[in-house]
């Protein structure tokens, strides 16, 4: 699996720095604080984490097939918890608190990481944004798991700003077209709509490039 960015990949392990990077995050926050929204969403931060782990889970599922791109999802059933939440298959035990969803989550990511490992580097799957192959799920996983705990940070009020190196490998695999004018991070919040600038204004209609990059 190799990209552009001076030959710098995005693997399981990648996947796995992210969720760790949220765990630390958000660990500790009062059970409470999780009612609040996430940022600038309409899901409250226990939502929004149970959305990432159906992510993580739902990425990682596509490469359990002999034949991913034989059908568009893998399909089990879908539900929300209350209108306008978000849909998943993947929901967190409330009695286990927050620390059991973030187990939920990193479970989930554990997963992603040793499926895109495990799969040929050519093979692709099946994504609403194109066809991707293994090192652009694990792209699209760390993406997810990065915005994601940016998102919750903002809610339950601390630090959520992704780290540089993860920014930097997503944003050459993902969105190769924007460049980083300041950090590595900001350009990835930008790039997925979540702040702005004077140079830039806020994304409100984005995508991420998921076709395999060319040699």
């Not at 580097?121 to 293994?134: C, E, R």
């Not at 997925?192 to 998921?210: A, L, Q, Y």
Request: net charge negative; charged share 20%.
């Amino acid at each position: 699996m190799s990209s552009e960015s001076g030959g710098a990949s995005v693997r399981g392990e990648h996947v796995r720095e992210a969720v760790a990077h949220c765990v630390r995050t958000v660990s500790g926050v009062p059970a409470a604080r999780w009612r609040v929204p996430a940022g600038d969403l309409e899901w409250t931060c226990w939502e929004t984490l149970e959305h990432l782990a159906d992510d993580l889970l739902t990425y990682a599922l596509r490469f359990g097939l002999a034949h991913p791109m034989g059908v568009d999802r893998v399909p089990l059933r879908m539900s929300s918890d209350r209108p306008g939440g978000p849909a998943n298959v993947v929901f967190g035990d409330r009695a286990a608190g927050p620390e059991g969803l973030l187990t939920v989550v990193e479970a989930c990511g554990g997963l992603l990481a040793a499926a895109v490992d495990g799969a040929p580097a050519t093979v692709l799957a099946p994504h609403v944004f194109g066809a991707s192959d293994p090192e652009g799920f694990a792209a699209m996983g760390v993406t997810e798991t990065l915005v994601h705990t940016y998102d919750i940070a903002r809610g339950v009020q601390r630090d959520g700003a992704p780290p540089e190196e993860l920014s930097r490998r997503v944003l050459a695999r993902l969105f190769p077209d924007v460049a980083i004018t300041d950090t590595a991070s900001s350009a990835l919040l930008w790039a997925t709509g979540r702040v702005e600038s004077p140079e830039r204004p806020r994304r409100t209609d984005w995508r991420w490039h998921g076709a395999p990059l060319a040699p």
